[in-house]
């Protein structure tokens, strides 16, 4: 091939043993992150924990920001914002934005969820997310969140995760009774209130009344002795069914990873590893771990909150600068996932601007549907500023858009802060089955995805 041709690179072809070492070992603690943070309560909770660790403090209102502050702002405790005040003119540099997601499809009960049938107690369910129901049926599921209590407490939630804890499920039918289903399409076979969780089958003998001889009865009766629930404090909580799975390495290489909540945990955990790792103190960095992605970035918690311009006024405050100025030079990178290329799905997938695995982090100039509706597409200029920084320190990266056009198509947090008046882009890691109880993505574009976000911030 020429020399003046385009060609992607297999960050495996070219790893030497240090390389490979580092791909490797990254992964490891990226594995613990996905396992230990599977709900944005959890992932925030983490993610703060290593700020703390890194000599991050907590931020307040009003509070002015110093040159070499390295501060956090928790959002009710499902986003996170870190901000590590830089030496530069914050007028004229800006900010660097990494702004990633840290919700993922998953099955929430909802607030009247008990009830029983036929002698099996369930709980009823609506589920949150652009998920295929079909794949959530007949797999072990953990529960977890919080609820609030009508005296103040606050119960965190994580049942399933344990070898001797109980999961959860999901009914399908069989396939001796399946016909009917079976000449339904895919999206029509599991309805969304079919998705009802199995909950206990053992009726509660002990009681005097014969009606209350229920398993639904002796299920209140268990809530109430272990964490002192009562039916009537589901009204207040926030409980959700995710995969009990935990995160492994695929294949006889070990190359990939499965797991849950790659989308969009898999550009979390580079985006502030990323920072810590970076002692540069020239840019004024944020790093975002925001909640609602994925049904819109509505919200308190989600990236179309105030919150954020918030936070970018208080710097500007802080330094006696405009926010238009320091929006007008900011830069970000919308940290979120792609569809990686999946030969047994070509028909899908553009083969020129697909997401190689294992062939670096992604950058997507555009998302949106069909003639890039719901996209911020980022200009030219921008793209090639990333270009010369991402090969000049020696990043493999690649380029790729969400299928064919007119198949389908998504959107990120990009368009959001684009509006913003700040250059954004989509980059991030290709996934294969995204949005699936199980979710696989190579660990050499994890790694690639780490390098690229460093080479930014610093």
């Given at each position: 091939?020429s020399?003046l041709?385009?060609?992607r690179t297999n960050v495996?072809e070219?790893?030497?043993e240090?390389l490979m070492k580092?791909?490797?070992?990254?992964a490891?603690?990226?594995?613990v992150f996905l396992?230990e943070?599977?709900?944005?309560?959890?992932?925030c909770?983490?993610?703060k924990?290593?700020?703390?660790?890194n000599?991050y403090?907590?931020?307040?209102?009003?509070q002015?920001?110093?040159?070499?502050?390295?501060?956090?702002?928790?959002?009710r405790g499902?986003?996170?914002?870190?901000?590590?005040?830089?030496?530069?003119?914050?007028?004229e540099d800006?900010v660097?934005i990494?702004?990633?997601?840290?919700d993922?499809?998953r099955?929430?009960?909802k607030?009247v969820?008990l009830y029983?049938?036929?002698?099996i107690?369930?709980?009823?369910?609506?589920y949150?997310?652009?998920l295929?129901k079909?794949q959530?049926?007949?797999?072990p599921l953990?529960?977890?969140?919080a609820v609030?209590?009508?005296?103040?407490?606050?119960?965190?939630?994580?049942?399933?995760e344990d070898?001797n804890d109980p999961?959860?499920?999901?009914?399908?039918l069989?396939?001796?009774l399946?016909?009917?289903?079976?000449?339904?399409t895919l999206?029509?076979?599991?309805?969304?209130?079919?998705l009802?969780?199995?909950?206990g089958n053992i009726?509660?003998?002990?009681?005097?009344?014969?009606?209350d001889?229920t398993?639904?009865?002796?299920?209140l009766?268990?809530?109430?002795?272990?964490?002192?629930?009562?039916e009537?404090?589901?009204?207040?909580?926030?409980?959700?069914?995710v995969?009990?799975f935990k995160a492994?390495?695929?294949g006889?290489?070990r190359a990939l990873?499965?797991?849950?909540?790659?989308?969009?945990?898999?550009?979390?955990?580079p985006a502030f590893t990323?920072l810590?790792d970076?002692?540069?103190?020239?840019?004024?960095?944020?790093?975002?771990?925001?909640?609602?992605e994925?049904?819109?970035?509505?919200?308190?918690?989600?990236m179309?909150c105030?919150?954020?311009?918030?936070?970018?006024?208080?710097?500007a405050?802080s330094?006696?600068?405009t926010?238009a100025a320091?929006?007008?030079?900011?830069?970000?990178?919308s940290?979120?996932?792609?569809?990686a290329?999946?030969?047994?799905y070509?028909?899908v997938?553009?083969k020129l601007?697909?997401?190689?695995l294992s062939?670096?982090?992604g950058?997507?100039?555009?998302?949106?549907a069909?003639?890039k509706?719901g996209?911020s597409?980022a200009d030219?200029?921008?793209?090639?500023?990333l270009?010369?920084?991402f090969?000049?320190?020696g990043?493999i990266?690649?380029?790729?858009?969400l299928g064919k056009?007119?198949?389908?198509g998504?959107?990120?947090?990009?368009?959001?802060?684009?509006?913003?008046?700040i250059d954004t882009?989509?980059i991030g890691?290709?996934?294969?089955?995204m949005?699936?109880?199980?979710?696989?993505?190579?660990?050499?574009d994890?790694y690639?995805e780490?390098?690229a976000?460093?080479?930014?911030?610093k």
């Amino acid at each position: 091939m020429s020399e003046l041709a385009y060609k992607r690179t297999n960050v495996y072809e070219i790893a030497d043993e240090k390389l490979m070492k580092e791909i490797f070992d990254y992964a490891e603690g990226y594995k613990v992150f996905l396992d230990e943070g599977k709900t944005e309560r959890e992932a925030c909770a983490w993610a703060k924990a290593q700020a703390v660790k890194n000599g991050y403090k907590p931020y307040k209102f009003g509070q002015k920001l110093n040159k070499g502050d390295k501060v956090y702002y928790d959002n009710r405790g499902k986003n996170l914002y870190l901000i590590k005040v830089g030496n530069a003119d914050v007028a004229e540099d800006g900010v660097r934005i990494i702004a990633s997601h840290i919700d993922s499809p998953r099955i929430d009960l909802k607030q009247v969820p008990l009830y029983e049938s036929d002698g099996i107690a369930f709980a009823k369910t609506h589920y949150y997310g652009g998920l295929r129901k079909y794949q959530w049926t007949t797999v072990p599921l953990a529960l977890h969140g919080a609820v609030a209590l009508k005296n103040g407490t606050v119960l965190n939630v994580k049942i399933g995760e344990d070898e001797n804890d109980p999961v959860f499920y999901i009914s399908d039918l069989l396939p001796h009774l399946a016909q009917k289903q079976n000449a339904k399409t895919l999206g029509e076979a599991i309805e969304g209130e079919g998705l009802n969780i199995w909950l206990g089958n053992i009726p509660y003998t002990a009681a005097e009344n014969e009606k209350d001889k229920t398993v639904k009865e002796n299920l209140l009766k268990i809530l109430h002795e272990k964490y002192g629930m009562e039916e009537a404090d589901f009204l207040s909580a926030e409980l959700s069914l995710v995969p009990a799975f935990k995160a492994k390495d695929i294949g006889f290489d070990r190359a990939l990873i499965g797991a849950y909540g790659h989308d969009d945990r898999v550009c979390s955990y580079p985006a502030f590893t990323a920072l810590f790792d970076t002692p540069t103190d020239e840019h004024t960095v944020m790093v975002v771990l925001a909640d609602k992605e994925e049904i819109g970035s509505e919200g308190t918690t989600g990236m179309q909150c105030a919150i954020f311009t918030d936070l970018i006024d208080a710097i500007a405050t802080s330094f006696n600068v405009t926010s238009a100025a320091v929006r007008a030079n900011s830069k970000c990178l919308s940290a979120d996932v792609n569809a990686a290329y999946d030969p047994n799905y070509a028909e899908v997938l553009e083969k020129l601007n697909a997401t190689y695995l294992s062939h670096g982090a992604g950058v997507t100039k555009f998302t949106g549907a069909r003639g890039k509706s719901g996209s911020s597409d980022a200009d030219a200029e921008y793209v090639g500023f990333l270009r010369k920084l991402f090969d000049d320190n020696g990043v493999i990266w690649q380029t790729g858009e969400l299928g064919k056009v007119d198949v389908g198509g998504g959107g990120t947090v990009a368009k959001y802060i684009a509006k913003m008046n700040i250059d954004t882009i989509d980059i991030g890691v290709g996934v294969v089955s995204m949005h699936a109880p199980y979710e696989v993505i190579s660990k050499a574009d994890l790694y690639e995805e780490y390098l690229a976000f460093r080479a930014f911030l610093k």
